[in-house]
């Protein structure tokens, strides 16, 4: 029921920014929360940012204080402010959304955007 699209990762030096942006192809209104999710290779997937249909937002700690989530629900669409970015952001960053139904909760995903922050 929803597509996700991400883009605007790509290869940057340490202590650099990045906004990686999600859209969604369904209202922000019917999704339960949408959130950022990354995978290094030979590690599990992980968390990253995650909000709310109410605003209500959770960040790592690994990330606390540089990341930031915005969304711009005219467009349906979720972005990941990275600042003061690190080597160890390096990972492939995965659009997340949840909606609620009859059923239950129903996860979909986007195709990933890599990151990579290196000198």
């Known amino acids: 029921q929803v597509q996700l699209v991400e883009s605007g990762g790509g290869l940057v030096q340490p202590g650099g920014s990045l906004r990686p942006s999600c859209v969604a192809s369904?209202?922000?209104?019917?999704?339960?929360?949408m959130g950022w999710y990354r995978q290094a290779p030979g590690k599990q997937r992980e968390l990253v940012a995650n909000?709310?249909?109410?605003?209500?937002?959770y960040y790592a700690d690994s990330v606390k204080g540089r990341f930031a989530l915005s969304r711009d629900n005219t467009k349906n669409t979720l972005y990941l402010q990275m600042a003061s970015l690190k080597p160890e952001d390096t990972a492939v960053y995965y659009c997340?959304?949840?909606?609620?139904?009859?059923?239950?909760?129903?996860?979909?995903w986007g195709q990933g955007t890599q990151v990579t922050v290196s000198s």
């Open positions: 997340n959304a949840q909606v609620l139904g009859p059923t239950g909760k129903t996860e979909y």
């Open positions: 369904r209202s922000f209104f019917e999704i339960y929360a």
């Open positions: 909000i709310s249909a109410m605003g209500n937002t």
